[in-house]
């Protein structure tokens, strides 16, 4: 089969087997599966207020989608995304509130920094565990999530919150900080762009990190290491590169890019740290490295998938019975048809292609 | 601390290591055969939704467990045909799976009932009654013995019998028939069952299925006898629990009672003093609900006994031709 068919007639075609058994799902509920796309389309596509929206979820899973897929990339299956962004995302919360920041950007930068130590040094442990222990980095990984979402339970039910509030939260973050928006960033080109909608200046941030990703991955020492590995880690071995090392610094890279998606959803979003701040996108990372090929640049067009479909499903809660769940579904259906069930989609492409060169 | 509140710690000890246990033992057989199974909660998380939706509509807690096996086989199939058919990764398959129940259960329950995602309150037969064991009463005033009997052992659903019942039954299977021993095999060394003209494929999707009801029973009983109904996310990262539980104890029939009852009593000790404290120290309950993961990455670690799965677990068999 041709390179570009694996690329991009696999993903394409576990799209539409995964879009295809949701839309018998909305029928078998009941609801009208044309009418649920168009109002998700409208919804999400139809006007700069649900692009707000949508890019602010691409952002969020641009990140989360590149951290998943370095670590896919050295062999690694990271599925704590969620837990080192939450604890990103005290990164970013702490040096919102405590460090006296001139103005937004620094800011950015700061927390930038902050959510990147802060995840990397969540995923640092079962990364040590798995290159030292040999502890399983899946079960690791997923525990972790599980004592973040305690740590951050603990920090903001007993130390963050302010002494007046009741609800599990920071206080929030000076006015200056907030992160300026699409319409902000497009006001000096002439182009109006809707104020409501939460995408930020993050959004061009994440494009710049899958472009540093895809250079590091395909230009660098380090990039070709890693993949290297990933490949054949016997065959790496012989080649001298260090299996330790390489675990450690896809985890670490894995854990800060998942750790500074909280910049977007905390700063960019309700400007303090709540408790479900990640709203899931550590996992929805998982589907977009997958259709994505766990490539930097073929994430991007996954994770604007799933940002339309994170959008356009809150806005077919509003207009439906149909509960804001259904895009879990079509994310499982992703995940099972990209990366489980990928036999079942490549095998008769494969025999189609063979079948098509023995003609000619 | 009196002998009634420990009497208490117990009884609630017994209640919520059960669901842990099914769970458990049926990540036991799948690991065994050599399936990792991520998939264990949203097995137990489809369970508990048919379970509750069939016991209302039927107003039988045992139709709504049949109910929710059926439910947790079918996921427990599809896991299989991805994993053993289709040597997909087993690890992916479990995460689409846990999505999948996660998604399934809320929108058919709101197409269902209406209700937000939940089924409405059981009561009655859709409910497994308790069932006190013999001479309960008789005992009851007899000092130490008589307050466990009654109280702890005595008095639950007949799914917390069952469930105690499992594990001999899983030891036997496991280690003194020629279908464990298989079992074991394939999860070891699948090529070597192989040649011995035993089908691997066979044995795996025997495993699974098994893992299937009995996240089932577990299931059913989250929705049908410890609460009364359905609710969104019910499982509450009980499944993962249970794999932890699984890894602590090495994937061994008897030693995960151990561990499931173990981790059941911090849930207790959590639920009864959300801040434990301990006179030097208070312990936040967030740290009480955290300790059976840092217990299980401590395991994995290594530092106390290392935890080594089955060698051939999470590998596709590919026969050689």
Known sequence: MPKWADVLLVPL???????????????????????????????????????????????????????????????????????????????????????????????????????????????????????????????????????????????????????????????????????????????????????????????????????????????????????????????????????????????????????????????????????????????????????????????????????????????????????????????????????????????????????????? | MDLATIVQILESTLRLATPLLFTCLAGLFSERAGIFDIGLEGKLLVAAFFSAAFAFYTGSAWLGLLAGIAASVVFALIHGFASITFRGNQLISGVAINFLAAGMTVVVAQSLFHQGGRTPPLSGNARFERIDLPFADALRDVPVIGPLYSNVLSGNSVLVYLGLLAVPLTWWVLYRTRFGLRLRAVGENPAAVDTAGVSVVRMRYYAVIIAGVLCGIGGAYLSTSLAAGFVKDMSAGRGYIALAALIFAKWRPWQSLVAVLLFGMLEAIANRWPNLDLGLITLPNQFMAALPYILTVVILAGFVGKAIPPRAGGEPYVKER
């Open chain 1, 13 to 360: 075609f576990s799209l539409v087997i995964a879009f295809a058994i949701s839309a018998l799902v909305i029928l078998a509920i009941g609801e009208d599966p044309i009418r649920a796309m168009e109002l998700m389309v409208t919804g999400s596509l139809g006007s700069t207020y649900g692009w707000g929206y949508t890019l602010y979820y691409t952002t969020n899973f641009l990140l989360t989608g590149l951290a998943v897929s370095i670590a896919f990339q050295a062999k690694l299956f990271n599925i704590g995304g969620e837990g080192q962004a939450l604890i990103g995302g005290l990164g970013v919360a702490l040096v919102c509130l405590f460090v006296p920041w001139p103005n937004w950007w620094t800011a950015m930068i700061g927390a930038i920094l902050a959510s990147a130590v802060f995840g990397a040094l969540w995923a640092a442990i079962p990364a040590y565990l798995q290159a030292r222990r040999g502890s399983h980095i899946v079960i690791t990984t997923i525990m972790f999530n599980f004592i973040a979402a305690s740590v951050l339970n603990y920090m903001l039910s007993h130390v963050l919150r302010p002494p007046a509030s009741m609800d599990p939260a920071t206080a929030r973050f000076a006015s200056e900080l907030r992160l300026p928006r699409l319409a902000d960033v497009l006001e000096p080109f002439g182009i109006a762009f809707s104020r409501s909608g939460p995408a930020n200046v993050m959004l061009f941030v994440a494009l710049a990190f899958c472009v540093l990703a895809y250079v590091m991955m395909s230009r660098t020492k380090l990039g070709f290491e890693i993949r290297a590995f990933g490949q054949s880690e016997p065959a790496a071995h012989y080649a001298g590169i260090s299996a330790f090392r390489i675990i450690m610094i896809a985890m670490l890279i894995s854990g800060a890019l998942s750790g500074v998606m909280a910049v977007n959803s905390v700063m960019g979003g309700p400007q303090r740290l709540v408790m479900n701040a990640v709203e899931g996108a550590g996992f929805i990372g998982i589907a977009v490295a997958l259709m994505g090929r766990s490539h930097p640049i073929g994430i991007i067009a996954p994770a604007l998938l799933f940002g339309f479909l994170f959008q356009g499903g809150s806005e077919l809660a509003i207009e439906t019975t149909i509960p804001r769940e259904m895009i879990v579904i079509i994310q499982a259906l992703v995940i099972m048809f990209t990366g489980a069930l990928d036999n079942l989609v490549r095998q008769p492409l494969e025999a189609m292609f063979a079948l098509g060169r023995r003609k000619s």
